[in-house]
């Protein structure tokens, strides 16, 4: 029997395209809270390598619920949570930052079979961003709300975080419970596992959308519990973390309110930090989520795949200087090409590789290899089809408190679509300098 | 999807109301933009022997990541007391100094503490000027200052003394301090050994009349 041209390939992969474009012309927005800063009378660096990328301080200071994480000596009886100093008197500044900001350049060549080539460049503010958060004094309970104001060069008002939670226990020995709308991983896990990066965006497998409208780097909202237990002098640790959110639409975005996709998706990542400043993190997420194929023609129809990723990430930092970061992740997504046909697969094994070199605090230079390996099985499948993304780039601050950093980075991207085979690339330089103030 | 003139209004209506929000900040003096972390203390090695100039090198490096070094310059302490906070601040995550580094740095404070700061001590039994008791003389030369805050001015690292004066006694205070004088508490670096009766005694005035106005 002839085979049936699938007419809908054309869609996907301009969607596709178009998605893998939009995410590295818009590069990621600063993520640091200056408010803390000035709450705990430090620097950026304390808590950060370079902002927006955590250290071990950092990572910590988030799961303590924004306690300042104690000295741990041996053999000391470790202070409860609600003992530990609060810094500053609370007030406004020192619990909200209303100017975290980024300004860049971005010039950018894509080119797709099929197509003409395509050339941008633009100055553009990236983002500007608004935080609120901190711990609520006498309380255990804390609070994060993140306002997009600017983002990619438009004003677009969103509050892209916005959480209420509480902790309880010892320095050593810590739970906490979170409600509302956060980020599915950051600060939760070592830092390889972070979505943040010293380069403009974050590794692959966390940002390439799937063929199922998925990407793993969104904000749902939920219930996020962990524990933490951390030996004397931060030896080791070991964390846990679960989460129960709404999943996502049909286009990928976050279902914020009531939705008659009822079924909930189930995060959890359990983090062991074997030496200083490194660390292994293992992630499981399941969920489901509707899907639109063949949308805009007449073989349109929904169906509801089931999402499924597991990875595992490690970091070994030497000497403080050298952070030698890696990263699996493993897609098993239900796949449905023909209404009413087979169910077939999307299975992709992603991974990246990333060395910084800090060669001063608050300098560093960057290099990362991301690869992304994917194909639909059964009958429809094009076969396996790769996509690699070589970036390099340096980071400075530029300031003594590391709240300003200046950035430059170049990436060049290259392979296949795992649905229709079209290869594209795209090369693209970026120069930006991040405010945090 | 084009922009309705409504939505385009609550845009600029939420970036203008925070725009303003940080002008009454900054204009009720709330905002201190990152200059708690400025470095106003110069040192000048050029006379340190070269071991200290050594150990110097490693203070800037390690000490200048987590906060400005006027933190470790500004107060004056014992040398059982540097020690007490050097141990702490390597117990601290991400401190990334080992014990060869911590050696290094306090043996930079400890030479720093003999010979610039106290050249700048104030004479014993004299008065500096600004004080307004022996309890504040005191309080100042043991360099509290390094992590608690009166007024808004200090550190903070430990509680905010202000209003002290209202939320505490003069037995819980006296014992307080007792406790750090005999090594007792772990909470704070330790008095040096020969604090007198009277140095106590003067420093629990001062704090009593700390009543947050």
Not at chain 1, 363 to 366: C, G, K, R
């Given at each position: 029997m002839?085979?049936?041209?699938?007419?809908?390939?054309?869609?996907v992969?301009?969607?596709?395209?178009?998605?893998?474009?939009?995410?590295?012309?818009?590069?990621?927005?600063?993520?640091a809270?200056?408010?803390?800063?000035?709450?705990?009378?430090?620097?950026?660096t304390?808590?950060?390598?370079?902002?927006?990328?955590?250290?071990?301080?950092g990572e910590?200071?988030?799961?303590?619920?924004?306690?300042?994480?104690?000295?741990?000596?041996?053999?000391?009886v470790?202070?409860k949570?609600?003992?530990?100093?609060?810094?500053?008197?609370?007030?406004?500044?020192?619990?909200?930052?209303?100017?975290?900001?980024?300004?860049?350049?971005?010039?950018?060549?894509t080119?797709?079979?099929?197509?003409?080539?395509?050339?941008?460049?633009?100055?553009q503010?990236?983002?500007?961003?608004?935080?609120?958060?901190?711990?609520?004094?006498?309380?255990?309970?804390?609070?994060?709300?993140?306002?997009?104001?600017?983002?990619?060069?438009?004003?677009?008002?969103?509050?892209?975080?916005?959480?209420?939670g509480?902790?309880?226990g010892?320095?050593?020995?810590?739970?906490?419970?979170?409600?509302?709308?956060?980020?599915?991983?950051?600060?939760?896990?070592?830092?390889?596992?972070?979505?943040?990066?010293?380069?403009?965006?974050?590794?692959?497998?966390?940002?390439?959308?799937?063929?199922?409208?998925f990407?793993?780097?969104?904000?749902?909202?939920?219930?996020?519990?962990?524990?933490?237990?951390?030996?004397?002098?931060?030896?080791?640790?070991?964390?846990?973390s679960?989460?129960?959110t709404n999943?996502?639409?049909?286009?990928?975005?976050?279902?914020?309110?009531?939705?008659?996709?009822?079924?909930?998706?189930?995060?959890?990542?359990?983090?062991?930090?074997?030496?200083?400043?490194?660390?292994?993190?293992?992630?499981?997420?399941?969920?489901?989520k509707?899907?639109?194929?063949?949308?805009?023609?007449?073989?349109?129809f929904?169906?509801?795949?089931?999402?499924?990723?597991?990875g595992?990430?490690?970091?070994?930092?030497?000497?403080?200087?050298?952070?030698?970061?890696?990263?699996?992740?493993?897609?098993?997504?239900?796949?449905?090409?023909?209404?009413s046909?087979?169910?077939?697969?999307?299975?992709?094994?992603d991974f990246?590789?990333?060395?910084?070199?800090?060669?001063?605090?608050g300098?560093?230079?960057?290099g990362?290899?991301?690869?992304?390996?994917?194909?639909?099985?059964?009958?429809?499948?094009?076969?396996?089809?790769s996509?690699?993304?070589?970036t390099?780039?340096?980071?400075?601050?530029?300031?003594?408190s590391?709240?300003?950093?200046?950035?430059?980075?170049?990436?060049?991207?290259?392979?296949?679509?795992?649905?229709?085979?079209?290869?594209?690339?795209?090369k693209?330089?970026q120069?930006?300098?991040?405010?945090?103030? | 999807?084009?922009?309705?003139?409504?939505?385009?209004?609550?845009?600029?209506?939420v970036?203008?109301?925070?725009?303003?929000?940080?002008?009454?900040?900054?204009?009720?003096?709330?905002?201190?933009?990152?200059?708690?972390?400025?470095?106003?203390?110069?040192?000048?090695?050029a006379?340190?022997?070269?071991?200290?100039q050594?150990?110097?090198?490693?203070?800037?490096?390690?000490c200048?990541?987590?906060?400005g070094?006027?933190t470790?310059?500004?107060p004056?302490?014992?040398?059982?007391?540097?020690?007490?906070?050097?141990?702490k601040?390597?117990a601290?995550?991400?401190?990334?100094?080992?014990?060869?580094?911590?050696?290094?740095?306090?043996?930079?404070?400890?030479?720093?503490?003999?010979?610039r700061?106290?050249?700048?001590?104030?004479?014993?039994?004299?008065?500096?000027?600004?004080?307004?008791?022996?309890g504040r003389?005191?309080?100042?030369?043991?360099?509290?200052?390094?992590?608690?805050?009166i007024?808004?001015?200090?550190g903070?690292g430990g509680?905010?003394?202000t209003?002290?004066?209202?939320?505490?006694?003069?037995?819980?205070?006296?014992?307080?301090?007792e406790?750090l004088?005999?090594?007792?508490?772990?909470?704070?670096?330790?008095?040096?050994?020969?604090?007198?009766?009277?140095?106590?005694r003067?420093?629990?005035?001062?704090?009593?009349?700390?009543?947050?106005?």
């Open positions: 002839k085979k049936e041209k699938i007419s809908w390939i054309p869609v992969v301009s969607l596709l395209f178009v998605a893998i474009c939009s995410m590295f012309v818009v590069p990621r927005k600063s993520e809270l200056p408010q803390f800063a000035r709450r705990y009378n430090l620097k950026c304390a808590c950060h390598t370079i902002v927006p990328v955590l250290n071990e301080q910590l200071f988030q799961r303590l619920g924004y306690h300042l994480p104690p000295a741990l000596q041996p053999g000391e470790p202070r949570l609600s003992a530990i100093p609060e810094g500053a008197d609370w007030s406004l500044t020192n619990n909200a930052s209303f100017a975290v900001a980024d300004f860049g350049y971005a010039a950018e060549r080119t797709q079979e099929g197509q003409s080539p395509m050339s941008t460049s633009a100055f503010v990236n983002s500007w961003n608004a935080y609120f958060a901190g711990w609520i004094p006498d309380t255990s309970f804390f609070y994060h709300a993140e306002l997009d104001i600017v983002s990619g060069g438009a004003t677009n008002v969103d509050l892209s975080n916005a959480c209420i509480y902790t309880w010892t320095a050593r020995n810590s739970w906490y419970v979170v409600g509302g709308r956060e980020h599915l991983q950051v600060a939760q896990g070592t830092r390889a596992a972070e979505v943040y990066s010293l380069l403009p965006n974050g590794p692959l497998l966390f940002e390439n959308p799937s063929p199922t409208n990407v793993f780097d969104h904000s749902p909202v939920g219930i996020n519990v962990g524990y933490t237990w951390i030996s004397s002098d931060y030896r080791r640790v070991f964390a846990a679960a989460k129960v999943g996502v639409n049909e286009d990928g975005s976050e279902i914020l309110g009531p939705s008659t996709r009822n079924s909930k998706a189930f995060w959890a990542d359990v983090d062991f930090w074997y030496a200083p400043e490194s660390g292994i993190t293992f992630v499981d997420y399941y969920g489901r509707d899907q639109i194929q063949n949308a805009g023609i007449d073989s349109q929904t169906y509801s795949p089931y999402i499924r990723r597991q595992v990430f490690a970091n070994y930092m030497l000497k403080y200087k050298v952070d030698f970061l890696g990263g699996y992740m493993h897609s098993n997504d239900d796949w449905q090409a023909v209404q046909g087979p169910l077939s697969r999307y299975v992709s094994n990246y590789a990333a060395i910084d070199y800090y060669i001063k605090q300098f560093a230079v960057s990362r290899y991301d690869q992304i390996r994917g194909k639909i099985t059964g009958d429809t499948g094009v076969g396996l089809q996509t690699h993304d070589w390099v780039g340096v980071n400075k601050t530029l300031t003594p590391g709240n300003v950093v200046g950035r430059i980075a170049y990436s060049y991207l290259s392979g296949r679509d795992p649905v229709g085979a079209v290869k594209s690339t795209d693209l330089f120069a930006d300098i991040a405010f945090n103030f | 999807m084009k922009r309705t003139w409504t939505s385009r209004f609550f845009g600029n209506a970036l203008a109301g925070l725009l303003c929000a940080s002008g009454a900040g900054l204009a009720l003096g709330q905002f201190r933009p990152f200059t708690q972390n400025r470095d106003t203390i110069k040192i000048d090695t006379g340190f022997p070269a071991d200290v050594r150990d110097y090198q490693v203070f800037r490096g390690k200048n990541q987590c906060h070094l006027d470790s310059l500004k004056s302490f014992s040398s059982a007391q540097w020690t007490f906070e050097v141990k601040m390597q601290m995550a991400s401190s990334h100094f080992n014990d060869e580094q911590a050696k290094a740095i306090l043996n930079f404070l400890n030479y720093d503490e003999t010979r700061k106290s050249l700048n001590k104030p004479a014993a039994g004299a008065v500096p000027p600004g004080t307004v008791s022996a003389q005191f309080y100042d030369a043991q360099g509290c200052e390094a992590c608690h805050a007024g808004g001015k200090g903070s509680p905010d003394l209003g002290v004066g209202n939320r505490s006694d003069r037995n819980r205070l006296t014992q307080l301090i406790d004088r005999s090594g007792k508490s772990d909470k704070m670096p330790p008095l040096p050994r020969d604090t007198t009766d009277d140095q106590v003067s420093l629990v005035d001062y704090l009593l009349t700390l009543k947050g106005n």
